[in-house]
């Protein structure tokens, strides 16, 4: 099995510290340190290679549901249960701005590539696009078109892409002004896009995830074997494209080959639901985080 | 002291004599009087009231008026004294206020602080103090025996506490708790008794109030006295309560957190006295979650509220109870942690162990076999039990009496008893006692035939519910998964992947709550009984798949009578209000349905009123639900769709990315915000609504059409609603119409939606706008009015309810197909755009005239209006894939309609509205809107002349 042998299956390191589900972990840009959140209201930068806390960000009222870290590494941002997309500066842990307006909790943000604007995904059902760089705290622009929860949201340099429990995985394109909605049937739990950019993995709440071709909207491939009905369960691509990456609620991770669908490796992971999944840019090293509360780090 | 004033050496003479004093008080009347203003200034003397002369202070200028208001004496300032230094050297003298104070000052600065006399010290605290003092003091003098600091505890008050002696008074006892003496009548009768008489120069009320006051204080002294209340009869608090931490005495960790406290003694008991005592929960204290469902360890802030959110969906983990950590944990006893051992292994004494092997085997006893045909449900006794027996012996088939009004009858009556139950039988045999029509309940004429027909009745319904009945425990006891929870609520599950239709309880339809609650009811049961053998429809048997669907349409009907029956004791208007829904929903789900379905759904009311029952919406709702799931068999995952969709200028900027809508107006599909907020408006108003706006608009046009450039700007801000109404309503029927017909279209489509996406989407934009400045006024009033009501309907109910409507997305997918093959076509010739337009704008127009009325006519009036416009569209869909056909297709259809209308006129006015039109459009697109100026002038003006 040498397709098992350079996949990360082996624990690294367990990071401890989170009271209560952790509910996100993600790598930096590169890779060289993971931001995680949770329950406990608490975000904390680590080095997962070496195993460390490194700092705690305090803020937030209720559960922080994702992080996502700028390119440059000086600012991160928060959405969670308390309805805001916090804006923080790194090194001091302070909140540079919050960014009040979702009618709900907030699902999930991301920042461009210029780490000029945040994007978050929210209960209310739409996606706003919030500005980092004029002081202004209104919405840049708000997308209401779906149906339902938005639940993840990724950004190309060119396109929002957000996916919702109304079954679609919608594209905004900036450059030509168009939405595609691919609608999958089912509601979308997580959204990553590979690495080329040219096929969308859609976690979908049938515990099946879900390739699609970007360009055509065409179904390329289905991934089943985990459970994912009722959490929200992370997928990921490996950084070669080769394998898909997805949490189980029991507990398990499973890897399967990305053009035959094959369960290339499970092994659990964690006692309880795998709440996130995170692989490292550049080298095979993966992050999982769990209700039980912990983080753990896998390399090969 | 007294041997230091010896050492005293006086200088001066002091200021006044005792003498004086008398003299200087009428010297002072006498002042006052005014005698003394004869002596000279420096003579003058100022003097308070005393007589005493008054002192300015030593910098503000002494005595008054003495020396010149210099100082106290000729000498000038009266010296200290004098210390020798021999003896004790003069340290530095600390001055105080009191030192420049008279007696009478010192006594007013004194009478600001009260301080109790020791004799009313309530508690004893100052008489301890003021021992602990004298005893300080005393050791000074004379070193005792114990060196150091005497600890207070030793120390005794010397004399009884004013509280404990008022207690004593009062009857009560030393040793006993306070409680006791409000308890015992008696002691509180003696102890006011007493208490008067301590003080009987105080009125009664406020004894009373004292009184109260002292308990008060007395039970506010030490909670936790007050709680042991009971068990404290004589015990003290050490002994209750020994000290078991290793804190220092009297040091208390919860002393700025007093809600920790309880929550640490209730751990305690719990683990002392496990059951004994329900610990106290940290629900009931201040920042305690309020919902059992938080996760543990996370509450919220004081101002925000719970809310559902705060729920732990990831129940399952039981965290570990997080404690407030305290510096010290208290030193358990050893035997209390033994204890907690043994206890956990079940029934083996402390000292004991369990045996490895037992020879004692549990005997074990399989569980009762449960038969067969046992229904896990209970089944009421009464108006249903008949419905069992008469199954056990049939009565003879016997030929129906001659009288044929009496056939009717007592085929009528067998099927309502067998659905009411043997209750109804009885009721209307006392009823009709007398009534010799009902002979048949008595054993008269026709009895036999009554019996036999009853219990076929019976046996057919007894069918029907034992399967109902066999379905629905089912999942009911495992844990809900968020599927279910959802259906319990009446949510629309998302759509789901082909194979999962039929046994979905998902319609994908519009409908939300009541009709989904129906579902739940039939559906398991429609599906069963599909395999089942009762087919009341047999007689086709060429077309086997319809009439599968006929029969669960037939099954459904009696599936709903049971319902009926079991739901008998909802209230006449929950009945109502339910059949009115279903109603309702059958109506905007008609729509969709194919020729024969709706032909079917027609007869079938039919049934029930021969069965003396009228459901007639159980009929039309199968059909929706037929429909349904054609439509699903026919949609595939994924699908994609395309709309337009504005970035703001901002975002590109940020994006580094050009607008692609710079300097544009805002695109089209903006205004279906607009559309989705006037969509939840109720069916009826919107349709009103929006009717008048379209006529209003017609009104303002032909009223206007002298001069165009006023009306433009009103039309901007008003058309887009109907507009896009119109557009969407017309292609959601389109839409479905290709669902119907099968996959065919949507290649078709797709290869459309390629040929599209590289088209100009300027041009679409500025399209949708000519589009929307024209279609409110072009409508034909002679077109078939029903139609339109149900895309509208649809659409409205589709929207109205996101999860549900996924299916109907097809309908805005099939609208921006359209409006890029519209402009598609356009670069070829406008002339199908304005056909095309025409098509759409009809349903609107349809819609907003009918709207009611319609909602309330019958299924068939409307499917037959319904299919004939249909055949109609499925032409036209066949012919949709190409713009060249739609030229073709538009040009018949339009022609035909406007054949009559054709004339040379059109051609007069179309310069005033091309140049009208001009002016509301962006220039790029006013060549091409110029070319269909023509066509929308013919058909307005044949509208106008319909009107007429």
Known sequence: ?300 | MASDEEDFVFHGTPIEREEEIVSRKKKAVAGASGNLRTLPAWKQEVTDEEGRRRFHGAFTGGYSAGYYNTVGSKDGWAPQSFTSSRKNRAGARKQSISDFLDEDEKADMEGQSLSASSQFDTFGFTAAEYSRKQVEKEQHERPSAIPGPVPDELIAPVSESIGVKLLLKMGWRRGHSIKDVRASSDARREARKAFLAFSTDENTKETSDSMVSETEVETSLDPQFSEDIKISESIPVYVLNPKQDLHGLGYDPFKHAPEFREKKRSRLSANKEAGFRKPLSMKESLFGPKSGKTAPGFGIGALEELDVEDEDVYGGYDFDQTYVIEDEQPAKPSNDNRLRLTSKEHDVLPGFGAAKNSDYSMERFNPPTIPKDFVARHKFAGPLEAESKPTLSAPPDVPPPADNNLKLLIEGFATFVSRCGKLYEDLSREKNQSNQLFDFLRGGNGHEYYARRLWEEQQKRSDQSKLTLDVKPSSSVQKMTAEERGSLLGEKPLQRSLKETDTSASSGGSFQFPTNLSDTFTKSASTQEAADAVKPFKDDPAKQERFEQFLKEKYKGGLRSTDFNRVNSMSESARAQERLDFEAAAEAIEKGKAYKEVRRATERPLDFLAGGLQFTSGGTEQIKDTGVVDMKSSTTYPKREEFQWRPSPLLCKRFDLPDPFMGKLPPAPRARNKMDSLIFLPDTVKAASAHQVSESQEHKKETSIDEPEVEVEVENVERPVDLYKAIFSDDSEDDEDHVMNGKIQEGQEKKNEAAASTLNRLIAGDFLESLGKELGFEVPSDVPYQEGTKPMEEESKSRSKPEGSSDKRPDRAGFKQKVEEKTSSLTLGSEEEKSRKQKEKSPRKRSGGNDLSSSESSGDERSKKRSSKKDRYRNNDSESDSSSDYHSRDKQGSRSRRKRRESSREKRSSHKKHSKHHRSKKSSSSKLVYSSDEDRKESKREKRRRRD
């Open chain 1, 1 to 300: 099995m040498s397709a098992t042998a350079e996949l990360p299956t082996k624990e690294a390191h367990v990071l401890k510290g989170h009271e209560g589900a952790v509910l996100a972990a993600r790598f930096n840009g590169d890779g060289n340190y993971a931001l995680t959140c949770g329950k406990d209201r608490t975000i904390r930068l680590w080095n997962p290679h070496r195993g460390i806390l490194i700092k705690t960000y305090k803020s937030h009222g209720r559960e922080v549901r994702d992080v996502h870290v700028t390119s440059d590494n000086a600012k991160f941002c928060s959405c969670g249960g308390d309805r805001q997309v916090y804006y923080w500066d790194v090194s001091t842990g302070r909140v540079i701005r919050k960014f009040r307006g979702h009618d709900g909790e907030v699902n999930a943000v991301k920042f461009n590539d210029s780490s000029s604007v945040v994007v978050s995904a929210g209960f209310d059902r739409s996606l706003r696009v919030w500005d980092c760089r004029s002081h202004s705290v209104e919405p840049v622009q708000i997308i209401d078109t779906f149906l339902d929860t938005v639940m993840s949201v990724v950004l190309t340099k060119t396109e929002i892409i957000g996916g919702s429990v109304d079954g679609t995985v919608r594209t905004f394109d900036m450059r030509i002004g168009r939405e595609m909605s691919d609608n999958l049937g089912q509601p979308v739990n997580c959204i990553s896009i590979s690495n080329d950019g040219n096929c969308v993995l859609a976690g979908c709440l049938d515990s099946t995830l879900r390739l699609l071709d970007r360009t055509t909207g065409e179904l390329l491939q289905v991934y089943r074997g985990h459970i994912s009905k009722s959490f929200k369960t992370d997928c990921c691509l490996t950084n070669s494209d080769a394998h898909v990456i997805g949490g189980s609620e029991d507990g398990l991770v499973f890897f399967w080959d990305l053009v035959d669908a094959k369960v290339v490796s499970k092994f659990r992971a964690h006692d309880l639901v795998v709440t996130s999944v995170s692989y490292h840019p550049k080298e095979d090293c993966m992050l999982t985080s769990s209700v039980d509360g912990t983080i753990r780090v896998w390399k090969k």
